[in-house]
């Protein structure tokens, strides 16, 4: 099975997703980033800077980029 890798950027700040999820495909993937999306716009940043703008990069196994979500 394929492995994804869920990283969250933001202009300065990158955090790098190094265990990555076994999931059966892309479009699984690129729901799951939705998903996570969400729910980070629910928690999480309401706790950083309200300038700040971050975002959920999906890549495969090879670094490619198959996804990015704004949160």
């Excluded at 690129?30 to 800077?49: I, S």
């Amino acid at each position: 099975m394929p492995r994804y890798f869920f990283h969250l950027r933001s202009e300065d700040n990158l955090v790098w997703d190094e265990e990555g999820v076994d999931l059966p495909d892309p479009l699984t993937a690129q729901g799951a980033a939705d998903k996570t999306a969400a729910e980070l716009r629910g928690g999480l940043l309401h706790q950083v800077r309200h300038d700040s703008c971050w975002m959920v990069a999906v890549t495969d196994e090879s670094g490619e980029i198959i996804h990015t979500v704004a949160l």
